[in-house]
Every structure is written in C-alpha cells, then in structure tokens.
C-alpha cells in the first residue's frame, strides 16, 4: 500500500512558478510510475506529467509542454512538478497518483493510489 501527500500549491501570478511535491510512504516508491493529474472546476481530471520508474522517461500533456517539469527522488520517496510560467488556465487541484505499470501511463485508471490534491491558482 502506498500512500501519497501533496504539498506545494498557493496562489501565484501568472508568470509565476510553484514547485509541487508528491512524499510517499512504504517502500515500494521505486516500483511505481508516478503521475500529476489536475481537476479544474467543472472540468474532469486530466492527466499533466508522468515519470517512469527509471527517471529517465517522461511524458507531459501539450498544454505544459516546455513549461512543467516532472522529477523523482527514490531515495527520498517524493516525485515533484516544477510549474514556471504559470497561466490562468493552470488553475486547478493538483493530484498524484501512483501507476504499477512499467511503461508511463496517462488514463487514470491506470493509477492505483491517489493523493489529496493541492489547489494551485495562478491569478492574471
């Protein structure tokens, strides 16, 4: 069993940059591929950013594309996103998740264990 705790979120400007982090607890963290998904209001859940368990793939949604930036620590058990160039439309709660996969996945069924979310809101 894995579990997940954001941190990170607040208000910024656009323009601005936060940087979220994603502790997970147990000590299978490795075994897992790790994702950013978001929820804006009134909108569904949509996949950001994931990371394999190798750190080296990595898959981002367009809208981020050169922007978002998704890394690992195992040792330390905590997968980030580092948001620069922040937009309005960035606006959402931001959710981890943790994936069994081998391969990187982006649909949310592919994702066992699921953070609480951390709302980012990026004002214009």
């Known amino acids: 069993q894995v579990q997940l705790v954001e941190s990170g979120g607040g208000l910024v400007q656009a323009g601005g940059s936060l940087r979220l982090s994603c502790a997970a607890s147990?000590?299978?963290?490795?075994?897992?591929?790790m994702g950013w998904f978001r929820q804006a209001p009134g909108k569904e859940r949509e996949f950001v950013a994931a990371?394999?368990?190798?750190?080296?793939?990595?898959d981002y949604v367009d809208s981020v594309k050169g922007r978002f930036t998704i890394s690992r620590d195992n040792p330390k058990n905590t997968v980030y996103l580092q948001m620069n160039s922040l937009k309005p439309e960035d606006t959402a709660v931001y959710y981890c998740?943790?994936?069994?996969?081998?391969?990187?996945?982006?649909?949310?069924?592919?994702?066992?264990?699921w953070g609480q979310g951390t709302q980012v809101t990026v004002s214009s």
């Open positions: 998740a943790a994936s069994p996969l081998f391969s990187i996945a982006r649909l949310a069924r592919d994702y066992e264990h």
């Open positions: 990371i394999g368990r190798n750190y080296v793939s990595t």
């Open positions: 147990g000590r299978t963290f490795s075994s897992y591929a």
